[in-house]
């Protein structure tokens, strides 16, 4: 095997098996992630009264998932309508189109399509069309890094529809793209009518009803390949464990499908909500993943210990706003200071383990992974406190066992690559 070269330069089959053996790893079918197991998208109508032909509902996404947010360009929710229903009109966001509204005369509907797709209104959107918690162009925060941007609402008046509770049929097939696909809806479901307080907490009002939709995520639906992977390093070891190759997947033998450093190239992200395609281009690596995790175990002390992590985006079509990675190391609950990064433990398994740490930059700077070579990177450390017990460099203890990024598994190296200490020397 390749000893030590700075990258795993050992040809095809081996590589490539253990490759496609990650590959399939993650999460293979069911919406489930172990380490968000109630995670969610919770959209709730409420319908605030009724109309002559119909009824006005708020509708709030709330995102209940805690280490995956609804980066730009926003969120899309579909769903079909039951009956003839129309949209009269909207605020706080707007139906991708209008359909086709050839029977009316006089007023004209929002929006006439059986299956309409609504967008989120860009920051800015003028006050009249606005209502609370709207007009964030589609993104939502996890509650973790920012509760006050983890919801979005917005208010339509639907025609043609029923005007009692017992007649208005519900909408069916939801969907939501956060623009691309892996959220599963399912079905609405009549609950408990909301209860809205006035400003001074002195009066109560009701909605005259309310049904939930429930979305949740599944890497396997959103992406055939994973898209970011680790890198691992040490100052006690010169040896450097790239991300494997083909992490990402493999480059063409053309290179059409990633860009050579330094060439020129088309990265800016083109085009409105609607023309997005979601596809990276990335810089040309042997890994070709949008994103490298790279950690680095910078210092032993005799009580404690230092990592760096630095985040890499090789994805020109990306600036990354509101990262975040969730790792798992055995020594995560001593962690004793953190350099710029936030840091919040997630106990999944609601156990005493306290081994699972949800990481993300701090503001103003360093929450943004911008695009390659503007600068393209973020770094963070942590200190950690040592227990004697448990503290080895050996045998790639001091490496993580799994890391996320932006809620996406991230490819790992095979552990009998991690940099290690001669035995005679382990602490
Ligand atoms: C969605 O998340 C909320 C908040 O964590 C939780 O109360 C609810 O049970 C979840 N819903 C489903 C269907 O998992
Ligand atoms: C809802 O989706 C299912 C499966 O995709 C499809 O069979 C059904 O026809 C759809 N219903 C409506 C009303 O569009
Ligand atoms: C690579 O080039 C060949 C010939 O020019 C072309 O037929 C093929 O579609 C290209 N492959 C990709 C993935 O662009
Ligand atoms: C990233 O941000 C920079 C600076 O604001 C901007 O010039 C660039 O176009 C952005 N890139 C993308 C892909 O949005
Ligand atoms: C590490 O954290 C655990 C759990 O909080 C605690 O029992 C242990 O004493 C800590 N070890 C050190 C060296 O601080
Ligand atoms: C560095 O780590 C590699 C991979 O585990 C190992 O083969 C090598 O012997 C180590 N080098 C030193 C100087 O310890």
Redesign the pocket.
């Known amino acids: 095997m390749a000893t030590g070269g700075r990258r795993v330069t050992c040809c095809c089959a081996a590589v490539l098996l253990a490759a496609a053996l990650l590959l399939s790893a993650p999460e293979a079918t069911e919406a489930y992630d172990s380490l968000d197991p ?3 998208i ?1 959209i709730k109508w409420d319908v605030m009264h009724w109309t002559p032909d119909g009824y006005v509902a708020v509708v709030t996404m709330h995102n ?1 998932e805690q280490f995956r947010h609804i980066g730009a360009p926003g969120w899309r929710l579909g769903w079909t309508w039951a009956e003839q229903e129309v949209i009269w009109s909207m605020a706080g966001a707007q139906a991708t189109e209008q359909g086709d509204c050839s029977r009316f005369k006089g007023n004209i509907p929002h929006s006439c399509k059986k299956d309409p797709v609504v967008v989120d209104l860009l920051p800015g959107t003028p006050y009249n069309m606005q209502i609370a918690n709207c007009c964030k162009g589609g993104v939502m925060s996890t509650f973790t890094q920012d509760p006050a941007n983890a919801a979005s609402s917005f208010q339509l008046s639907v025609g043609l529809a029923g005007t009692t509770t017992e007649a208005v049929k519900l909408p069916k097939n939801f969907t939501l793209r956060n623009p691309g696909p892996g959220y599963t809806c ?1 079905r609405a479901i009549v609950g408990k009518p909301s209860v809205f307080f006035t400003a001074d907490g002195r009066r109560a009002t009701r909605a005259f009803m309310t049904w939930k939709v ?1 979305c ?1 995520y599944s890497q396997f639906l959103a992406q055939k390949v994973p898209s970011c992977c680790v890198s691992l390093s040490s100052s006690y070891n010169s040896t450097a464990v790239n991300c494997p190759t083909c992490s990402c997947g493999c480059p063409n033998p053309n290179g059409t499908d990633c860009v050579k450093k330094g060439s020129p190239h088309l990265g800016s992200a083109t085009g409105g909500p609607g023309k997005w395609s979601g596809q990276p281009l990335v810089e040309c690596t042997w890994h070709m993943c949008p994103v490298r995790i790279n950690w680095h175990v910078k210092q032993n002390y005799r009580d404690y210990w230092r990592v760096k992590i630095t985040i890499t985006n090789f994805n020109f079509r990306m600036n990354y706003t509101e990262w975040n990675l969730v790792v798992q190391h055995p020594n995560f609950d001593n962690i004793t200071q953190l350099f710029g990064l936030n840091y919040k433990p997630l106990t999944p398994f609601g156990g005493g383990i306290n081994d699972v740490a949800m990481l993300w930059g701090v503001k103003p700077d360093n929450d943004v992974l911008m695009q390659p070579g503007k600068p393209g990177s973020v770094q963070g450390e942590l200190l950690l406190r040592k227990d004697s017990q448990t503290f080895t460099i050996g045998k790639g203890w001091a490496f993580p066992r799994r890391v996320y990024f932006n809620g996406d598994n991230c490819v790992m190296p095979s552990p009998e690559y991690y940099p290690s200490l001669p035995r005679m020397q382990a602490l």
């Open positions: 109630n995670g969610n919770t209940y399912g429930t949740t």
